[in-house]
């Protein structure tokens, strides 16, 4: 796995990302859809499986998914689930929180 640093350190993530709120990140040639929730961050594929729109531009739910903008769809952020499983899984990316950085794995 290659793991690519996007946030200098810990503290730089966690000032720049909003809780709960998806923000867009462009990496490895990659759209991949970041949130910060309870203090650790989650990262999967920004188009969403239905018809593709960027879930970066949805929200997160009391539950900890990421809601798609258009339809509504509701993705786990650990596992790439659709909570009704009425379309394909995301693809997920690992974080890693090291004290001299954020990574996450390609
Ligand atoms: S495009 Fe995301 S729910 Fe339809």
């Known amino acids: ?3 690519v640093k996007i946030f200098p350190d810990l503290k730089t993530a966690s000032e720049r990302l909003t809780e709960n709120r998806p923000q867009l990140l462009m990496a490895h040639g990659k759209r991949i859809c970041l949130v910060k929730r ?3 961050f989650y990262a999967v594929s920004d188009a969403c ?3 593709g729109e960027s879930l970066s531009k949805g929200l997160v739910n009391f539950a900890g998914d990421v809601v ?3 339809h ?3 993705f786990n952020l650990k596992n790439g689930r659709e909570f009704q499983e009425r379309s394909a899984d995301l693809v997920t990316f ?3 929180e090291e004290a001299d950085g ?3 794995g390609f």
């Open 49 to 51: 499986s239905h018809h």
């Open 72 to 74: 509504g769809y509701q």
């Open 68 to 70: 798609c903008p258009w």
């Open 102 to 104: 954020l990574y996450i």
């Open 38 to 40: 309870e203090n650790h």
């Open 1 to 3: 796995m290659e793991w």
């Open 94 to 96: 690992r974080i890693r």
